[in-house]
């Protein structure tokens, strides 16, 4: 199996594309913490679901629109999994994160703040703790979508924390390899998938289905989870610093 024996961390691994992504790692050899805010019943039927694949697995509750959410996620891996000297993190995915309309001009502090937090802020704090603790293949792969690229309507400040992680992983990419050599780091951006987040969008469906020439439908979450598998795998040694985008053709850079 391509992930044999790998240690992946996926946050948001509760549901949707992330539940998707952490099972396709188990099913290819990893290991895999997941992490939730809410959905406890959820994130244990993930975990549930991996140790049944004959792989190790835990699900912790770490809030990514949090200061801490680094420390505690390093924390689950110490306990579960002993990463320390010994044993290493190869796989971060960075998937959690929230949407909702946030148009310009109905602006709300309150909401603004809160995607900035979530998206932006808790990957930060995630790749500063959890960095040192990275195997020489150490895989980064954040979740941002198609509208970092390419204009959704009301979507202003998910748009903006979305572009703006994609600009980080460049960073990341760009600046960790001097302190860790062989981590490589990339964004992977969904155009719009099946999942809970998608719900109150159904009018906008028939449009996209339109304009996505593969299939003409909606995005499955497997059609994410299998492209982000192999980019955690040693066969993406050469990719850095890019965002793969995964919509079916609908965005075409
Ligand atoms: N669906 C799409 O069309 C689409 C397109 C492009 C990009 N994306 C991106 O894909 C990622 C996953 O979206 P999805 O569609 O799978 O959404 P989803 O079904 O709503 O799942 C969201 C996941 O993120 C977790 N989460 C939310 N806020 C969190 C927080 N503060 N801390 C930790 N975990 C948190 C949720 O945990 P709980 O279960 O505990 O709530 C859940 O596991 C997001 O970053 C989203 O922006 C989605």
Redesign the pocket.
Known sequence: MSLNNKLAVV??????????IALELAKRGADVL???????S??ESVKDQITALGRRSAAI??????ID?GKVVLKGLQESFGVGAERKLDILVI?????SRTPTLDFELEKFTSFMN??VR?PMLLVRDLAPFLSSTGRILA?????ARHPAPDQDA?TAS?AALEALVRQWAYTLPDHYKGVTANSF??????????KGYEALFDKVKEDTPVDRR??E?GD?ADVVAWMAGEESRWITGQSIQLNGGRLML
């Open positions: 946050t948001g691994g509760s549901r949707g594309i992330g539940a998707a997941v992490t939730y805010t809410s959905n406890q959820k994130a509750r770490a809030d990514q629109s949090t959410v998937n959690a994160g929230i949407s979530t998206n808790g979740n941002t979508s198609i509208v998910y979305k951006a969904p155009g719009p998938v099946v999942t809970d987040m998608m909606l995005g979450v994410i």
